[in-house]
Nanobody, 126 residues
Framework: QLRLVESGGGLVQPGGSLRLSCVAS????????IGWLRQAPGKEREGVSC????????LYVDSVKGRFTMSRDNASNTVYLQMNSLKPEDTAVYYC???????????????????WGQGSQVTVSS
């Protein structure tokens, strides 16, 4: 059974850094990538990034390019989202999702058939 567990969220000051982790277990070959998404209060869920399980190719939404970096460790079934130069507008619940594909459309990241984790709160505030 597929299970995704996020960790690493918390409170950080503007300009600070956090690293989110997502451990995936029971991942079938149908899921070719892992994505990170976020949902701020009162807003729709937004795709942030995506990484291919096979070759590590990454995609990012325009608003985080140059600040966020996604990586993977296939040996431990873990993906990471390193978030630097955090801004108050990055405040959201961050979810990792196993997806059957992802692509950039209009500057945003779209996912195919996502399977969600439980989410991890990230708060950027002074």
């Amino acid at each position: 059974q597929l299970r995704l567990v996020e960790s690493g969220g918390g409170l950080v000051q503007p300009g600070g850094s956090l690293r989110l982790s997502c451990v995936a277990s029971g991942l079938s070959l149908d899921y070719s990538a892992i994505g990170w998404l976020r949902q701020a209060p009162g807003k729709e869920r937004e795709g942030v990034s995506c990484i291919s399980v096979s070759d590590g190719m990454t995609l990012y939404v325009d608003s985080v390019k140059g600040r966020f970096t996604m990586s993977r460790d296939n040996a431990s079934n873990t993906v990471y989202l390193q978030m630097n130069s955090l801004k108050p507008e990055d405040t959201a619940v961050y979810y990792c999702a196993a997806v059957k594909g992802c692509k950039v459309v209009g500057g945003g990241v779209l996912y195919v058939d996502p399977y969600w984790g439980q989410g991890s709160q990230v708060t950027v505030s002074s």
